[in-house]
C-alpha cells in the first residue's frame, strides 16, 4: 500500500492489488491552532493488512477519526471501507443505494470469490450496515465545507464523482484511468460514457489532482489527457467494434481483453 499526500487536507491511498485507490479528506481548518472538525474516506484499498493499516494511518496524519464513508459506485472492490472502520456509516449515490438494494450480498459474493482466488483470509465478513443513498447531483457537508458530488454512469448504471474544491481535487471513480480503458457493464452505453466524460471535463479542467478509481493519480492537464483518448476510443468502439483502436499506453493483453467485453457489452 503506498500513500501520498495530494494537499494538507487529502491523502490517496493506492492499493498493492488492481491499483485501487482510496481518497481520505479532511475539512480545512479556519484559524492558527484549530482542529480539523471532521474526515470522510472515500472508497477503498483492497488487501486485509491494507485495510488494518487504514486507520492508524488517519490518525499517523493527524486527521480525526472518519464520522463517514463514502463510495463512488457499487462495485465491490470501492465498498470495503466499512471492513477498516466497522460502524461507521457508508454514504453513496442514490443510485448505487438502489444497486445495492436491488442485489442483496452481491458484493460480499464477488468479495468471496476473489479472496477464495487468491487465497486470502480476512477477520471478519463485509457488512454495508445501513447505507444512505445521497442526491447527486448535490453536495455532502464535511466541517464547514462540501463536497460537490457529480453523477457518473456508463462504466456502470450507478455512482458519482466527488470534487474537493478547496483542494482542488477531483475523485473520478472508475473514469479517467491511465492503465485501464474505458469499460462498459452488462447494458451500459457509450453515449452515457461520453456524457459522463463531459461533466467531468469542466471539473478536470481546475483540478490540480485527479484520482481514478485504478491507477496513479493524475495532475490535471494529464487527466485531460487521458479524456480525449478515451473520448476517441469510446467513439471508435461504437462506429467499428472489435476494429476500434485502444488509447495509447493500454494496450496490453489485459487491455485488449477488455475491449473484447466491452464489444460484447455493446451486444
Request: hydrophobic fraction near 40%.
Amino acid at each position: 500500500m503506498r500513500a501520498v499526500s495530494l494537499h494538507i487536507d487529502v491523502i490517496v491511498v493506492t492499493s498493492r492489488l488492481l491499483a485501487t485507490t482510496c481518497t481520505i479528506v479532511r475539512s480545512p481548518r479556519h484559524g492558527e491552532g484549530e482542529a480539523p472538525q471532521e474526515s470522510f474516506v472515500v472508497d477503498s484499498p483492497i488487501l486485509p493488512d491494507e485495510l488494518e493499516l487504514l486507520a492508524s494511518l488517519v490518525a499517523q496524519a493527524g486527521f480525526p477519526e472518519p464520522s463517514g464513508l463514502l463510495a463512488t459506485h457499487g462495485d465491490w472492490d470501492h465498498l470495503l471501507g466499512p471492513l477498516a472502520f466497522p460502524g461507521v456509516p457508508l454514504g453513496c449515490a442514490e443510485s448505487t443505494a438502489e444497486r445495492l438494494r436491488a442485489q442483496p450480498g452481491a458484493a460480499q459474493r464477488r468479495l468471496r470469490e476473489f479472496d477464495e482466488q487468491l487465497y486470502l483470509s480476512r477477520p471478519a465478513p463485509l457488512g454495508l450496515g445501513s447505507f444512505q443513498g445521497l442526491p447527486v447531483p448535490g453536495v455532502c457537508e464535511i466541517g464547514s465545507q462540501q463536497l460537490e458530488l457529480h453523477r457518473t454512469e456508463g462504466h456502470t448504471a450507478d455512482g458519482m464523482a466527488i470534487w474537493i474544491g478547496w483542494a482542488g481535487v477531483l475523485v473520478a471513480g472508475d473514469y479517467l484511468s491511465s492503465i485501464e480503458i474505458p469499460t462498459l457493464a452488462d447494458g451500459q452505453r457509450v453515449d452515457a460514457y461520453i456524457a459522463t466524460l463531459g461533466r467531468l471535463r469542466p471539473l478536470a479542467e481546475r483540478a490540480e489532482h485527479v484520482v481514478p478509481g485504478h491507477g496513479g493519480v493524475l495532475p490535471g492537464w494529464r487527466a485531460l489527457e487521458v479524456l480525449e483518448q478515451d473520448v476517441a476510443y469510446l467513439g471508435a468502439l461504437a462506429a467499428s467494434g472489435a476494429q476500434a483502436e485502444l488509447p495509447p499506453g493500454r494496450r496490453s493483453r489485459e487491455q485488449r481483453r477488455l475491449h473484447e467485453a466491452n464489444v460484447l457489452a455493446l451486444g
